[in-house]
């Protein structure tokens, strides 16, 4: 698998400061999301969540703080941890408000550490899920649970379908060239997931998993699902 850390720590450096949605790849074909494409996605999230005055939002993964800067206008408190410097340093620089906080935070370490806004009853990871293994989702989990309330929904967004890879290389030519950028280490995606994978880690932690595939006005909804735990 590719270094993630050291891509999300030096690809976000090549572009301009303001460039968010490039900045964590938020594009299609090279281009960033429109305003409507971003707000079809920033308004699932809301909507799914059923965010109100009284919600405390974990944005794991947040990369520069775009999306939760968005979603944390409807909550009561937000915090958004990555592990890139640049990204954080972005998150902080644009991004910030009264309600909401960024830590320069690896997923892996909520296992171990103690966030003085928990407990959260909104825990996300947004488009994130693809830059870890298989074997990290029990691990994850874990964190989530850690830090979420009682009454928690947890969300992992914007996952990779295995079953519908072929929906976004669609061709032999695309598809061959895909592997080789895996081989290669090259590879923009990261893991295509099995739901049944996520479906079977929430079994082990006695979690109900429901599995949305995205609609077709969500940028990449063609090839990505959500999966909602409760």
């Known amino acids: 698998?590719?270094?993630?850390?050291?891509?999300?720590?030096?690809?976000?450096?090549?572009?301009?400061?303001?460039?968010?949605?490039?900045?964590?790849?938020?594009?299609?074909?090279?281009?960033?999301?429109?305003p409507s494409q971003f707000d079809t996605m920033v308004d699932a999230i809301r909507q799914g969540f059923q965010l109100d005055?009284?919600?405390?939002?974990?944005?794991?993964?947040?990369?520069?703080?775009?999306?939760?800067?968005?979603?944390?206008?409807?909550?009561?408190?937000?915090?958004?941890?990555?592990?890139?410097?640049?990204?954080?340093?972005?998150?902080r620089k644009f991004h910030g408000a009264n309600n909401t906080r960024f830590l320069e935070l690896d997923a892996r370490e909520l296992t171990?550490?103690?966030?003085?806004?928990?407990?959260?009853?909104k825990v996300m990871m947004y488009g994130a899920l693809q830059?870890?293994?298989?074997?990290?989702?029990?691990?994850?989990?874990?964190?989530?649970?850690?830090?979420?309330?009682?009454?928690?929904?947890?969300?992992?967004?914007?996952?990779?379908?295995?079953a519908r890879i072929r929906c976004l290389f669609d061709t032999p030519e695309k598809l061959s060239l895909h592997?080789?950028?895996?081989?290669?280490?090259?590879?923009?995606?990261?893991?295509w997931w099995d739901t049944n994978a996520i479906r079977d880690a929430c079994r082990r932690f006695g979690l109900d998993c429901r599995i949305d595939n995205e609609s077709s006005d969500r940028p990449g909804g063609h090839y990505r699902f959500d999966a909602w735990i409760s």
């Open 1 to 34: 698998m590719r270094d993630w850390k050291r891509f999300w720590n030096e690809y976000p450096l090549t572009l301009d400061e303001a460039d968010f949605l490039r900045q964590v790849c938020h594009t299609i074909d090279g281009r960033p999301y429109t």
């Open 53 to 91: 005055p009284t919600s405390s939002l974990l944005d794991v993964c947040c990369g520069n703080g775009a999306v939760t800067a968005k979603l944390a206008i409807h909550c009561r408190q937000a915090v958004g941890i990555d592990f890139s410097v640049p990204l954080i340093e972005v998150a």
């Open 112 to 121: 171990s550490i103690d966030l003085p806004e928990a407990p959260f009853d």
């Open 131 to 162: 830059h870890f293994d298989v074997e990290d989702l029990d691990r994850l989990l874990s964190a989530f649970l850690r830090h979420g309330s009682g009454d928690r929904t947890i969300l992992l967004g914007g996952v990779p379908d295995k």
């Open 179 to 191: 592997r080789t950028f895996q081989r290669e280490g090259r590879d923009v995606i990261g893991t």
